[in-house]
């Protein structure tokens, strides 16, 4: 079934979204501050520690570290910077090579350009989105060599140093069999969980595969710190290291200024890590919420033959982000076209990162499934209303 300017479908699809989201403009996803956002944010202000150290940064970490699983959680500023500091930490060089998806928002290969690394792009699983175990092997066992555990790229003699692999829109990708990969071939594995906080692989959450793993809290993700990141790991020796660049690489003293090496201020102010502290106490509503939300939408789709993208089996999705897949980039464009122009905010999924000029020289491989989800994928709104708020706590 054709959704396009005159179909009564996108207006039915409308009037679903004006009966969850509320009249127009619907945002494609806002912040939601429910909770003690106003009271933790004044006392922050009142205890004079508004800057780069104070207690809600430390317990902003510790509950993110609980709620992940992971050992060790490492606050910074935003979400490029946590990955731009996990791949240091995870020993890349610059001249290195770091496998990863074109299907991804920029900041993934960025991150990978900061150390003067190059990204390869790896193609995607048609359902999950993310990096193809499948592809990934199959770009190994083709384009690289073994020497001394290490694996190399037979074209360029660089060392593949990482895999960073994403959780597009919170779906989990195929994980546990990248991680077994990456294994395999000798190469550090660090997740980009940036969209996936909430997101499961069985009961295991998603970022506690990698050797380490990159959040983000952008004011468009499933909480927000206005702009702030975080790094985990269950390795403390890791953890340490990231806590130390990320903080100017002070060396502790009672009054001295010493700073052992090249340092970064990639810290997560305490004001932001107070507005954490409160999102935190409310995700697992908005996870709950937001499933319920992702439940009325699968049953319209379902009723009206849509495909609705949804998690694979033995994962769960925080629901970010929910994804239509459309027939054709024809139908794509009239969807984008119709929705937006009734105030109904739809996005299409990122460009590929191998056509920005910055990545146009990147290896890759053939990317066929990445360039059929371009013409395809579709994102509709799914902030999580403040009504729904109320009524689940009532
Ligand atoms: C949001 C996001 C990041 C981090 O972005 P910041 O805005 O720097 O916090 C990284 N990777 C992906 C895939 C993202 O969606």
Redesign the pocket.
């Given at each position: 079934m054709k959704i396009n300017n005159n179909s009564c479908l996108a207006d039915s699809l409308i009037e679903l979204v004006h009966t969850i989201f509320g009249p127009s403009p619907v945002p494609l996803h806002r912040p939601v501050f429910v909770g003690n956002e106003r009271s933790y944010l004044t006392q922050t202000i009142d205890s004079n520690f508004v800057s780069s150290v104070g207690a809600r940064v430390t317990e902003f970490e510790e509950r993110t570290a609980q709620f992940t699983g992971c050992a060790r959680a490492i606050a910074t500023m935003?979400?490029?910077?946590a990955?731009h500091m996990a791949l240091l930490v995870a020993g890349v060089r610059p001249g290195d090579e770091v496998l990863s998806q074109a299907l991804?928002?920029v900041?993934?290969c960025n991150s990978i350009s900061y150390i003067a690394a190059s990204p390869v792009f790896i193609d995607v699983d048609e359902d999950t989105m993310g990096m193809s175990p499948a592809a990934l092997r199959h770009w190994l066992e083709t384009n690289t060599r073994r020497a001394g555990g290490q694996t190399l790229n037979a074209t360029t003699g660089a060392r593949i140093a990482a895999c960073v692999p994403?959780h597009t829109f919170g779906l989990p990708c195929r994980i546990a069999e990248i991680a077994d990969i990456c294994d395999e071939f000798g190469i550090t594995l660090v997740e980009?969980a940036?969209?996936s906080l909430g997101s499961y692989v069985g009961t295991r959450h998603t970022g506690s595969f990698g050797k380490l793993a990159?959040l983000?809290?952008?004011g468009n993700?499933i909480i927000t710190t206005g702009?702030?990141?975080m790094i985990v790991t269950n390795d403390h020796a890791l953890a340490d290291r990231a806590k130390h660049l990320t903080t100017t690489a002070k060396v502790p003293h009672a009054w001295d200024f010493v700073h052992d090496e090249v340092g970064y201020n990639y810290r997560l102010p305490n004001l932001n890590a107070a507005l954490g502290c409160a999102q935190m106490e409310k995700l697992p509503a908005m996870l709950e919420i937001k499933a319920d939300i992702a439940a009325r939408y699968r049953a319209f789709c379902q009723a009206h033959g849509i495909h609705f993208v949804d998690p694979i089996d033995g994962t769960t999705a925080n629901y970010w982000l929910n994804a239509l897949r459309l027939n054709d980039r024809a139908e794509r464009d009239a969807f984008l076209e119709y929705t937006n122009s009734k105030g109904v905010m739809t996005r299409p999924i990122w460009r590929l990162m191998s056509e920005l000029d910055a990545f146009s020289q990147c290896q890759t491989d053939g990317l066929e499934t990445s360039r059929w989800l371009v013409d395809r994928i579709v994102n509709i709104p799914s902030s999580v209303p403040e009504n729904e708020f109320h009524r689940l706590s009532a």
């Open positions: 935003n979400g490029t910077a990955l991804t928002f900041a993934t994403m980009d940036a969209e990159t983000s809290y952008n993700k702009g702030g990141g």
